[in-house]
């Protein structure tokens, strides 16, 4: 059996080719939520590189893995569990369990995904900064 590192949260993936760690952070900064008043976008997930594995986690477990508290919802997992899914059908990564992120889902209608070219446009927050 092989040893849970990340501690049961976020979602296992291998990376097409090892250079696509930064394609996939860079896409990751792109999608969230958005405000609804002005071009800012909230990252809702990062890929975090822990002893040469890889997994998609949400900002909220991160928190988890800091040993913070953190409120966790349904639709929080739906988020991140409809992120990993457009980077698997985008070809980006490959999940090591598909069933850890079927369900739940979220409405691609409930996230943001801002296109690379207009990403000038917008300012790109994270929740959560890696390293600090």
Request: aromatic content about 8%; glycine content about 6%.
């Amino acid at each position: 059996m092989t040893e849970d590192i990340f501690e049961g949260l976020g979602v296992e993936v291998n990376l097409k080719h090892e250079q696509d760690f930064l394609k996939v952070k860079e896409t990751l900064t792109r999608i969230g939520v958005s405000s609804k008043t002005e071009k800012k976008l909230y990252q809702s997930c990062h890929i975090l590189h822990k002893r040469g594995r890889y997994a998609i986690m949400h900002f909220k477990e991160m928190f988890v893995l800091d040993g913070l508290e953190s409120d966790m919802s349904v639709d929080d997992l739906g988020r991140r569990n409809t992120i990993v899914k457009l980077l698997v059908e985008w070809g980006l990564v490959d999940a090591v369990d598909p069933a850890k992120y079927a369900d739940p889902q979220l409405s691609l209608a409930r996230l943001k995904i801002i296109p690379h070219k207009e990403k000038k446009e917008w300012t790109l927050i994270p929740k959560y900064h890696i390293g600090k």
